[in-house]
Each structure stands twice: as structure tokens, then as C-alpha cells.
């Protein structure tokens, strides 16, 4: 009798099921515990006029309503397509190119990978803001270059269409986390692949492309999900560069979210405004997530 | 396995870091303790001691006189305790705000123009006053209007400023053009702005601050009665819109013709230091005037202060003075007096004031003002003079707050003068939306 | 011969070019840590120089002076602490929970997967308040509690990393060690953790250094000056509504660096070694 309480205990804790829920157990306390109510609230706030200060008052779907007038918002979020749009790619396929030219095996490696990850070490500190408005400046270090080829110098801060561009590059510069992930990535793929391709006489492009390439795609996934979303959070960058200026040219919506919230005490406002920038990527990263269906390669198999 | 050798090496250097990190603590603190136990000691018989908690945002030189002043009056007052805390002006009100949202913030606060936003976390002090707490006697109900809203008194300034154009006199002697007097127009400053232009291939005037210039001044300079924000802070006080068409096409035909810098060039002001006209690149700026010192000193060559300039030159000036921060008490505070005790002192006392050096601005406390006299350098006794210049000048009924919508309203207008620039609107449909814009913010 | 000499040609061509984007990329870097020697005059108006004319090292001093009475040490001790505790505890938590997520199969893995998912699309910007009066009501301000605890809980962006780390490790190697007896639990021990290494020290590096740099959490959850971490300490020297004292900012700067430098230099040698068996050939 006892042995066979015994063996069910054991048989359940056993169980795969069981041992599911012990792993994700810190997941779910933190979610329920901390995660979960700050969610509600933000969901509820979006629902009401809220300042900070005084007590909230339930306003119905206005907040979302103002959204729909709001020429600002809707620049913001046409900006905010249109950095990630073009930060996203150019930052992940150098983070890549960068990633497999450092596999080269030299004694130098560590030293340059280190080198090209030093940029991400300064994050978006004052004195990174500083030296990038300086590079950018009038009469700064790339209008001197462009000056040299004969190109008129560009007012960066000052033209509409060109103030993303520092800002594009700026985050593109910062590619460092992206390349040691694919790193990290490269380094899981085994080198028997290799060895037997190359005995198979493939060369070194048809080795990337059907052995690195698939190997790696589980990881590019990861980094393309979450590059769109934290592109699409961006803020720092057009917080201590551009302010969001010149004319909303560079107004991030996390800045407009930040302005709306903190400088113009309508959380509610803000409040809504993220949730619609939830709805919005819940839908990229699904789209992202059923195409990954058909390039993804995963060793574990489904 | 050599994951985790290399996990435990990771984890085994931390905590050694962080138990030697706890280690240095501890001393520091108990270091503390033996330093306030001679304290305790003598207080021991009032019971227990009085914590206080302060916090405000500035510069370095701000958080060390002002600690140096907390320090002499903990040293009077043996039962008190003052907890201070001091931030950057971005992460003061950040913080502030999670506070307020959890009914926790600091007994004195320091507040800006912005406090009407903050009012339902206030004491009035007008108790304190009638009681004889805080000694308003030598200060004029001038000044203390400046922190006032619908009659009670929010906090008492800790300095008041006011705002001018600083220029610099050689750079218009050589451009032919003569120096702004008291009465000068905004006529005049766009054809000096022009004529600098034009002689010195410079800008002729570095960044303003447009909103105060063309809104909060540039109303009360078309009608003395009138005010951008309505006395009752709960609207415009003003309804023609065209009244402000004048600055919006000044500022968009000046950055046109070159004698105004581009917002480009605008975004490159870092501060104080890379303002156009420190760096010669322009023969005036806008100037709040206990920033004159500073601008100064930082261009290194005699400049001047000259007053806003005017719609018409016997019109009003529109200018006003107006507190640059004040400390408030908070409603979470347990006490209170105590803290309006302290505060006091902070404003009040000479000692103390001649630590602080009128850092804040130019105290209203005329007993502050003569004992820092002596210390003052020739720059700070002309933003002085500047601010009583100003401070005679015939006004109407000046609202000196900026109601909660504020902060959306004055980004918006530059907003709007950036598309009257880059030519979307005309300066009058540009007025008019903006209008409407802040109008609606009321609503 | 001649393919050889092409060779050697090639490898520096290599070398050169590396070395010259590398310096376009450390320019920046060059230019901040040149200006921890340099005075405000000589960063704003000569700022194109990498060579500062005077050495400044009293800008160091200055810097490390602090804060009304506060040093940088205190400053750098609790930055380390936090980092410290919320890298490992991100490590040793998301990974767990990675291998719930990848490798078991139960009811509500998948819902619990989306919701992981959601919690990175929302703004920090909006759920900083909710979060902070959650937090208080647990009578948890001001501490580094609400600093270190939610990475004992998993960190969303490391969780799913891991798993696709795992979806690399082929399949055969749980089930063959399942039918030598090994238990699930086994499985991640004996199996798992270890081939996970390139993801963990990824995650290691990257958590450490956002950690590092964080400066919203601890602004709002800290309050003391003597509990500040360096990234408060670093704004206080920019203030926007007074003269800035650059030197001393970019000298603080400088040495906040370090510790994140050496982090990445220390772990990076596990990223490196080997991938001359296992990566490309040149």
C-alpha cells in the first residue's frame, strides 16, 4: 500500500507534465505575482482620464477615439515603421557578415570582436549622444568627408528627411548583442557538417547557404523577433539626440508614449497609445512567427 | 563541466565583490552612527528624532551648498534629520511622479513653474506665515505673488529671475547698429538680427525661447490686461488668434533670410557653453538672468542685458519676474512645522544664504540680498539690477503659473513654428491651429 | 608559390580592412575616453582632436569625488551588486524556464509562451507606475528588491534566446540519455545545461551590461545618494539646466566602462576557443 503511494508520488513527479510545470514555475509566479496586475492597470488607465496625480475617472473609449485625430500620433507611428524598417535588416545582416568574418581563425579574433562590440558597451549614455550630434554637426566629421568627395555638406538635424539617418546608423553601430548571439549560434552548429560538405566538394557559398544558413535560423528568428520589437520600443536614441525633432521627423512613438505620459500628464492618453503599439506588433511577430514555419530549421525537430 | 567552472568563478567573484561591497558599506554607515551618537546622546531626553526628507534637482555646486546648509542646521537642531535626495532635472520629476502615485513624496519638495500640476500634494504655508514660522517680514508681496495660486501661498521662492536678451555690444558696434534700449521693438531686433547678418556673416540672434517671447510675453505686450493663460488657469486669456501671427512670421522669415539659425543648427545648442553667441557665432541670445552669469563667463568677453523687446515701443514690456523654483511642503509630510521650521532657515537665514550665494536665483529676502552684496561679482549685480529693472516696469494683472497642459502646449508651438518654417502652414493659419490646440487642451 | 603569396596577401587585406572598420567603429569610444582628458573648452570647441593637448587627470578626481559626500566607489560597489545578482539569478531562471517552454510538452505551455511574448510588446514607459505602486504596496521601496527579483522570475528576451539555443540541440541526445535512465530533470542537468553554454554566456554578457547601464529602475526604486548606481551618478553630471563639467562626466564614463569591458573580455574567450574545429575554415 505505502510502496504504491510511493511509486505514484514518484510517478508524478516524474511525470513530463510535472516536471513542465516545476521548470516554468518561476515564470508563472513572476507573471502572476508582478507582471500580470501592472498590465491590467495600463489596460484599465487606457480606459481613463488619468494625470498621476489626481484619482483616475473612467472615460470609455476616448482616449482611443483622440488617437484616431491625433496627426502627431500617426506621424509617429509612420516614423517608427519607417526606422525599423530600415535599422532592422541593415543591423542584423552586419551583425551576421561581422559574426562570420570573426570565425576566421586567427589569434586575433577575441581581440576584434572586441573591438566591434565596444560601441554597445556606452548604450545610449550623454556622452554617446554628445559625440554622435558632433560627427553629425554642421561642420562635423561627415560633412568634412562629404566635403573631401565633393558632396554638399547636409544639414542632419535640420532636414526632415535626412534626421533618421544618424539615428539609423547610430543603432546599426550598436550591433554588438546581435553578433556574439549569431556567434554564440555559429559556434552550436557542429563542424562534421562542414567536413563532410567540403569532402562533398561544396564550396564556401554553398556551405553558408545550406549548412550555416539553416543552421543559424533558429537564432536569426530570435534576433529578427526581437530587434523588430525593441526597434519598435526605441526611444533612447531619439530622446538625447533629436528630442524627437526636426518638425516630429524622429518623434519614436516610445517617445511620444514617454512625452504623453511624464511631460503631459495623460497617462490614460499614453496608456492607450500602448496598447494599440500591442496590437500592432502582437500582429508583425505572428506574421513573423507563421512564416518562420517555413525557413526555420530546428535540430529538435516538431 | 566547464560551463560550470566558469558559472561558479562568475558567481564566486560577485559575491566576494558584493560582500566586500556590504563590508565598506557597513563601515561607512556605522562610521555614521558614532559620528550622530554624541547627537542622540544630548536629544535623547526630547525623545526620538524628527526625519525630514528633502530632494531637488541641479547642478553639482547646487547639491553641495545645499547639504552644507542641511548640515549647519542639523547641527542646530539637534532632533531633526534631514534625508536628502537630488537628481537630474529629468529623473527629479520622473521619480517625483512615482512617488506621488504612491502618496510618498518627500516632506520638501522643490517645484518649478509646473506646480499647479501638483497642487492636491501641497500645504499652503499661509499657516505658517500667520504664525511666524516662516518670517516673511522682509520680503514684498510682489515676490511672494510669484508662488501664489488662487490666493494661497504654495511655497516661497528661492529665487526669482526674469527674462532677457543678452547681446554682445562690440559685435553690434561693428555691424553699424546701436544698441538696444528699454523700449526697443521686435522691429528692431529683426533688423539688427539682419544687419549683423548681413555685415558680420554670423547669425544675428542665437535661439530664443519662443513660447515665453511670442506667447506668455507676446500677449501681455499686445493688451497690459491681457494673459496667454487665464487667471483662472482653466483656459486661454485671450481669444483673437492673430495676435500671435507677428513672432510666428518673424521667426520663420529670420531662420529664411539666414539670420536665424535653422532647427538644425538650434538642435546643435547643447547648453550653455555651445550657445551661438559664447561661441561668436551670433551677437544675441536669449537669457533667463540668473543664467547671465554663467553665459558670461563662459564667452569670456563683456556682454550685456537688454529687456525683451517690445511689440510697440510705448507699448507694455510683458515681461515679468517670476520665481525659478521654489520648495514646497508635501501633504504626505507628518510634520509639517518642522519642515516649514527648516525651510525658514533655507530662505531666511543669512549664514546659511551665504552658502547658497543666490545659486537659485536672486533671493526675495531683502536681508539675504545686502549680506551677499559684498560677494557678488560685476555680472550678478547686473542680473540684479536687471530683475529690479524689470521687476518697475508697469504691468497689469500677471499670471505667473502655467497651468497643467502646459508642457503639450509649448511643444506644440514649436512644433508649429517649425512647419511655418519648413513652409506646411502660413504663419496665420499656423497661429490659428495652435490656437485651437491649446484651447482644446482646456477642454 | 604564387597561391601562397596570394595567401598571405589576402590574409592582410583581411586584416587591414577589419582593422580600419574597427577603428571607424571605436572611433566614438576613442573620442569620449579622449575627452576624460580634456576640459569643456577643449571637448566642445576642439572636438575633432583624439589627441587631448594637456592630459587632465584631475578630471578623474573630480569625477570620482562624487556627489554631495558620496564617491564613485559607493556608486560602482551597488552597481556591481545589482548587475551581479540579476545576471546570475537571469542565467540560472530563464533557463530553467527555457527548457520548460522548448522541451516538455504540457497543457498551457503554449498560452504561457504567448504571454511571455506579450509582456515585451508593451511600453516600459506605462507600466513604470503600476509597477512601482505594486512594489511599494509590498513594502518593497526603496530597496534593490524590485531591482534583482523579476530576474529570479525569467527574463522574456534570454527565455526565448535559450530556446532557440535548445531547438539547435538535436533531439536524439535527450531521448538516448532518456533510455540510459535519465530522468527530465537529468536531462537538463546532464544534457542540456552543458551544450547551452554559447546562449548562457550571451546571455551573461548582454543581461550584465543592460543591468549595468539600467537607469530607470533604480532612479525610481532607490532613493538615498549613498544607494545610487553609477548610471544616476552618470546623469547628475548633466543636468539641463546648468554648465556641465564634461571632463569629469566623460571620465566617469570612462571607467563605468571598464567593468562591462571586462566582463565581455573574460566570457568572450569561451565564445572564441574552439570554433576553429567546429566553425568556418578561411
Same mark, same amino acid.
Given at each position: 500500500m505505502k510502496g504504491n503511494v510511493k511509486s505514484a508520488a514518484r510517478k508524478f513527479i516524474y511525470r513530463e507534465s510535472t516536471v513542465g510545470y516545476v521548470f516554468a514555475l518561476p515564470f508563472i509566479i513572476g507573471f502572476l505575482g508582478f507582471t500580470l496586475i501592472p498590465i491590467v492597470s495600463s489596460l484599465y488607465y487606457s480606459f481613463t482620464d488619468y494625470n498621476l496625480i489626481q484619482k483616475e475617472s473612467w472615460i470609455g473609449a476616448n482616449n482611443y477615439m483622440r488617437l484616431l485625430h491625433d496627426e502627431r500620433f500617426w506621424k509617429s507611428l509612420k516614423v517608427t515603421l519607417r526606422y525599423v524598417l530600415l535599422s532592422v535588416p541593415s543591423k542584423l545582416c552586419f551583425a551576421l557578415f561581422v559574426a562570420m568574418i570573426l570565425t576566421r581563425t586567427t589569434k586575433l579574433t577575441g581581440f576584434y570582436r572586441s573591438l566591434f562590440y565596444v560601441p554597445s558597451l556606452i548604450g545610449g549614455s550623454i556622452a554617446v549622444a554628445l559625440v554622435w550630434k558632433e560627427l553629425f554637426s554642421r561642420k562635423g566629421l561627415i560633412n568634412q568627408i562629404l566635403g573631401i568627395v565633393d558632396i554638399k555638406a547636409v544639414s542632419w538635424f535640420g532636414d526632415q528627411k535626412m534626421a533618421l539617418i544618424p539615428l539609423i546608423l547610430m543603432t546599426v553601430w550598436q550591433f554588438g548583442s546581435s553578433m556574439i548571439i549569431f556567434a554564440a549560434g555559429l559556434k552550436q552548429i557542429p563542424g562534421t557538417y562542414y567536413e563532410a560538405a567540403k569532402i562533398d566538394g561544396a564550396n564556401r557559398f554553398r556551405a553558408f547557404l545550406h549548412i550555416t544558413l539553416p543552421g543559424l535560423s533558429p537564432v536569426i528568428l530570435y534576433n529578427l523577433i526581437m530587434q523588430t520589437i525593441s526597434a519598435f520600443m526605441s526611444f533612447t536614441q531619439a530622446f538625447v539626440i533629436?528630442?524627437?525633432?526636426p518638425n516630429d521627423a524622429t518623434n519614436f512613438y516610445a517617445l511620444y508614449v514617454y512625452d504623453n505620459a511624464f511631460e503631459y500628464y495623460d497617462m490614460g492618453y499614453a496608456s492607450a497609445m500602448s496598447w494599440v503599439m500591442l496590437a500592432i506588433m502582437s500582429l508583425i511577430t505572428l506574421v513573423i512567427f507563421k512564416s518562420s514555419k517555413h525557413w526555420v530549421f530546428s535540430e529538435a525537430g516538431n | 563541466m566547464k560551463v560550470k567552472r566558469v558559472l561558479v568563478l562568475f558567481l564566486a567573484i560577485l559575491t566576494i565583490l558584493s560582500l566586500t561591497a556590504c563590508k565598506s558599506k557597513e563601515t561607512d554607515t556605522s562610521a555614521d552612527q558614532s559620528g550622530n551618537s554624541n547627537n542622540t546622546a544630548e536629544t535623547s531626553s526630547d525623545g526620538e528624532k524628527i526625519v525630514l526628507r528633502m530632494a531637488w534637482w541641479g547642478s553639482q555646486a547646487r547639491h553641495d551648498k545645499t547639504i552644507e546648509v542641511i548640515e549647519m542646521y542639523e547641527k542646530q537642531h539637534s532632533n531633526i534629520d534631514i534625508e536628502y535626495e537630488f537628481y537630474d532635472s529629468d529623473g527629479y520629476f520622473t521619480k517625483l511622479n512615482t512617488l506621488v502615485a504612491s502618496d510618498k513624496v518627500w516632506d520638501m519638495f522643490q517645484l518649478g513653474g509646473n506646480f499647479p500640476v501638483y497642487l492636491s500634494k501641497i500645504v499652503p504655508l499661509d499657516d505658517y506665515i500667520a504664525s511666524g514660522v516662516i518670517d516673511t517680514s522682509n520680503t514684498t508681496d510682489t515676490f511672494l505673488k510669484t508662488t501664489q495660486y488662487e490666493g494661497k501661498q504654495i511655497g516661497i521662492s528661492n529665487g526669482v529671475n526674469t527674462y532677457g536678451v543678452a547681446y554682445d555690444p562690440a559685435m553690434f558696434k561693428e555691424a553699424g547698429v546701436a544698441e538696444p534700449d528699454q523700449n526697443w521693438t521686435w522691429d528692431d531686433y529683426a533688423k539688427a538680427c539682419n544687419t549683423i547678418h548681413e555685415k558680420l556673416?554670423?547669425?544675428? /540672434? /542665437?535661439?530664443?525661447d519662443d513660447f515665453v517671447a511670442g506667447c506668455s510675453c507676446g500677449i501681455s505686450q499686445s493688451d497690459i490686461n491681457l494673459n496667454f493663460y487665464a487667471l483662472t488657469n482653466d483656459g486661454l486669456g485671450f481669444d483673437d488668434y492673430s495676435l500671435l501671427t507677428d513672432y510666428i512670421q518673424m521667426r520663420a522669415d529670420l531662420t529664411e533670410s539666414g539670420a536665424y539659425p535653422d532647427p538644425g543648427a538650434i538642435s546643435e545648442i547643447k547648453d550653455i557653453e555651445g550657445d551661438y553667441l559664447v561661441t561668436g557665432e551670433a551677437a544675441m541670445t536669449w537669457v533667463a538672468s540668473n543664467q547671465f552669469i554663467a553665459l558670461s563667463q563662459a564667452a569670456g568677453r563683456e556682454l550685456k542685458l537688454a529687456t525683451i523687446p517690445r511689440k510697440t515701443s510705448d507699448g507694455p514690456a510683458g515681461a515679468a519676474i517670476q520665481s525659478s523654483q521654489m520648495f514646497c511642503v508635501s501633504k504626505d509630510c507628518e510634520y509639517p512645522e518642522e519642515a516649514a521650521e527648516f525651510l525658514n532657515f533655507f530662505w531666511t537665514d543669512e549664514e546659511a544664504n551665504k552658502i547658497l550665494a543666490g545659486e537659485r536665483g536672486m533671493s526675495i529676502f531683502s536681508n539675504v540680498t545686502e549680506v551677499q552684496v559684498p560677494d557678488l561679482s560685476s555680472e550678478e549685480v547686473a542680473a540684479n539690477d536687471f530683475v529690479n529693472l524689470v521687476g518697475s516696469f508697469e504691468v497689469g494683472e500677471i499670471n505667473p503659473v502655467s497651468p497643467e497642459p502646459y508642457q503639450a502646449i509649448e511643444d506644440y508651438y514649436d512644433l508649429i513654428i517649425q512647419k511655418v518654417i519648413y513652409g506646411e502652414f502660413t504663419a496665420e493659419d499656423g497661429a490659428k491651429g495652435f490656437y485651437e490646440f491649446a484651447k482644446s487642451q482646456f477642454e | 608559390m604564387n597561391s601562397k603569396t596570394r595567401k598571405v596577401l589576402n590574409r592582410y587585406i583581411y586584416h587591414v580592412l577589419i582593422l580600419i572598420t574597427g577603428f571607424i567603429m571605436v572611433y566614438p569610444v576613442l573620442w569620449m575616453i579622449s575627452g576624460s582628458l580634456k576640459n569643456n573648452t577643449e571637448i566642445l570647441n576642439d572636438s575633432l582632436n583624439l589627441i587631448p593637448p594637456h592630459l587632465r587627470w584631475d578630471n578623474f578626481a573630480r569625477g570620482w569625488k562624487g556627489f554631495g559626500g558620496t564617491s564613485f566607489r559607493t556608486f560602482f560597489a551597488n552597481s556591481f551588486i545589482i548587475a551581479g545578482i540579476s545576471t546570475a539569478a537571469t542565467v540560472l531562471s530563464s533557463a530553467c524556464i527555457a527548457y520548460s517552454f522548448s522541451r516538455l510538452k504540457y497543457l498551457g505551455r503554449k498560452l504561457l509562451f504567448t504571454l511571455m511574448i506579450m509582456t515585451l510588446l508593451l511600453p516600459g514607459q506605462v507600466l513604470l507606475i503600476p509597477q512601482y505602486v505594486l512594489y511599494n504596496s509590498l513594502g518593497l521601496v526603496p530597496s534593490i528588491i524590485p531591482l534583482i527579483l523579476p530576474h529570479f522570475l525569467g527574463q522574456a528576451f534570454f527565455i526565448y534566446q535559450m530556446m532557440q539555443f535548445m531547438a539547435g540541440i538535436p533531439r536524439e541526445l535527450d531521448e538516448a540519455a532518456f533510455v540510459d535512465g535519465c530522468s527530465k530533470y537529468g536531462i537538463f542537468s546532464y544534457i542540456i545545461l552543458p551544450l547551452l553554454k554559447p546562449a548562457v554566456i550571451t546571455t551573461i554578457i548582454i543581461q550584465f551590461y543592460w543591468k549595468w547601464d539600467d537607469f530607470q529602475g533604480p532612479l525610481v526604486y532607490l532613493s538615498k545618494p549613498q544607494s545610487y548606481t553609477v548610471s544616476i551618478a552618470l546623469k547628475l553630471?548633466?543636468?539641463?539646466s546648468s554648465a556641465t563639467d564634461y571632463g569629469a562626466m566623460f571620465a566617469m564614463s570612462t571607467l563605468s566602462l571598464i567593468p562591462v569591458f571586462l566582463i565581455f573580455l573574460f566570457f568572450n574567450q569561451y565564445l572564441t576557443e574552439g570554433i576553429s574545429t567546429s566553425g568556418l575554415k578561411g
Open positions: 533629436t528630442q524627437g525633432g | 556673416k554670423i547669425y544675428g /540672434s /542665437s535661439k530664443f | 553630471f548633466a543636468d539641463s
